[in-house]
């Protein structure tokens, strides 16, 4: 559930209340982590599931956030 996790790292940020960078680096370091995982994870069930994983894929066409990635 990766876009759970990363809103709610975002929201730890947010409730700092301050106009400083340093509280969102999380919530960047956090996303940037994601979209790492999430490329890896892609490619470990193209290999582990084929034709399967392409036909899921060709059906659910975002990663997170449908419209967006």
Known sequence: NYVADWTMSLT???CQGTCSAIPYFYSV???VV???RCGRD???CAIKYGKDWDKYCSIV???FV???Y
């Open 12 to 14: 730890w940020g947010l």
């Open 29 to 31: 370091f956090f996303i």
């Open 34 to 36: 994601l979209i790492h």
């Open 42 to 44: 892609f490619e470990r």
């Open 61 to 63: 066409k975002y990663k």
């Open 66 to 68: 449908p419209g967006i």
